[in-house]
């Protein structure tokens, strides 16, 4: 049998969860929904409504309460058999269970950072003039967040993953003039905005996994409490706007509907809905970390599409570029492992395998030492028999 080549190690797949088609389907629905918006009069430079954005982005979040109202059903006619994306319970009157006005006040806190980010994000749009590479930045936040309030430990994969990201992103910017004085003239504004946005949405993520993990509230029951609280405050800021005339005036956005842009308010609040459902269960199967890939697809496939207004080298970087931060991601979160250097010592899989030898050894150390058995009132005590020396019986 020929002996297996060690090189064709260097580089395995670590462990794959069998819902990790989620992540693909709801880049789908990113992708489609960044389609839609550019059909909107909600981006269009002269004639933005980033509040009634927020609005058609909220009433999607509150339709989950039709989630809310099924689970209730389910538990008066006592259906212990759930779904395990939809409906995931926790241990049955678990002890650290929060009462509902506290899942009401978490809730409220991150629609906060939700409604600041999201109205931040709609007044300066992000187009391809304007773009930066970001996920360094995204990367470091959610690793600070996650050390914070996770407890999540950072080992040396996750470090080699950071840098590399980070240096990449820096490398994109350069290489496609991004940093030039005339854009940082420019577009600082959204610069600064943009990287202010990646710090509120990485708290955000690491919220959601924090409350659904140490504060035992349910994936649907934070769209649905998150989605009330933006609506409320949607509308509220809108009323003041709308009063004042600046940003966002409710009538200017009434006198210039037509069929289209209700169609297209419609169909944004279904999207926004399935695509915070998805989000959430994302982050509850597996870490905020696997949001970067969502997002960092249809993020790409915009880029790929407008190649053609970059030269012909900067484009082949950025290929490139895609390619090594795509992979450098996948090792963060554990989906292919670099077996050299020590780099996958401490990923999940190979703890949990430490660990499961380690019991097997303690198991086996437990029967070797253990010279007693105790059977109901009954010690007996084992004791070692001395073979006798075989020399000794063949002189005799």
């Not at 970001?134 to 959610?142: A, Q, V």
């Not at 991601?329 to 499961?356: R, Y």
Request: proline share 2%.
């Amino acid at each position: 049998m020929p002996n297996k080549c060690k090189k064709c190690n260097y580089i395995t797949i670590g462990q794959i969860n069998k819902y990790i088609f989620l992540i693909l389907l709801e880049s789908i629905f990113i992708f489609v929904k960044c389609i839609i918006e550019e059909e909107s009069k909600f981006i269009e430079e002269d004639n933005s409504h980033p509040i009634i954005y927020n609005i058609s982005y909220s009433l999607g979040s509150s339709l989950s309460f039709i989630l809310f109202i099924i689970y209730n059903i389910r538990n008066k006619i006592k259906i212990n058999k759930t779904s395990p994306l939809f409906f995931r319970q926790n241990n049955i009157n678990n002890i650290n269970e929060i009462s509902w006005k506290k899942k009401f006040l978490w809730n409220l806190l991150i629609s906060i950072i939700v409604f600041i980010s999201s109205t931040l994000n709609a007044i300066f749009w992000i187009n391809d003039y304007n773009y930066i590479n970001t996920w360094g930045f995204y990367i470091i936040f959610l690793s600070l967040f996650s050390y914070w309030l996770l407890e999540n430990k950072i080992y040396k994969h996750h470090y080699v993953g950071i840098i590399t990201i980070v240096l990449l992103g820096l490398l994109y910017n350069i290489i496609t003039n991004k940093f030039t004085i005339d854009n940082i003239k420019n577009y600082y504004i959204i610069y600064l905005t943009n990287i202010l946005n990646v710090i509120l949405y990485s708290l955000e993520y690491v919220l959601d996994k924090y409350c659904m993990y140490v504060k035992y509230i349910k994936s649907y029951e934070i769209v649905f409490y998150q989605g009330l609280c933006l609506l409320v405050l949607s509308i509220i800021t809108l009323i003041i706007t709308t009063k004042i005339g600046s940003i966002d005036i409710f009538w200017d956005y009434w006198e210039q509907k037509d069929t289209k842009e209700i169609i297209i308010f419609v169909s944004l609040t279904l999207i926004n809905f399935i695509i915070n459902i998805l989000f959430l269960i994302i982050i509850d199967i597996f870490t905020p970390f696997h949001i970067i890939l969502v997002d960092l697809f249809p993020e790409s496939i915009f880029l790929l599409l407008s190649i053609d207004e970059f030269d012909l080298l900067p484009a082949i970087f950025t290929v490139i570029i895609f390619i090594i931060e795509v992979f450098m991601i996948l090792v963060f979160i554990e989906i292919i492992e670099l077996n050299f250097l020590g780099l996958s010592t401490m990923t999940k899989k190979n703890i949990e395998l430490t660990a499961k030898l380690e019991a097997m050894e303690d198991d086996i150390n437990d029967v070797m030492i253990k010279k007693k058995i105790i059977l109901d009132e009954y010690e007996i005590e084992l004791n070692d028999i001395q073979k006798p020396d075989e020399k000794v019986i063949s002189d005799n």
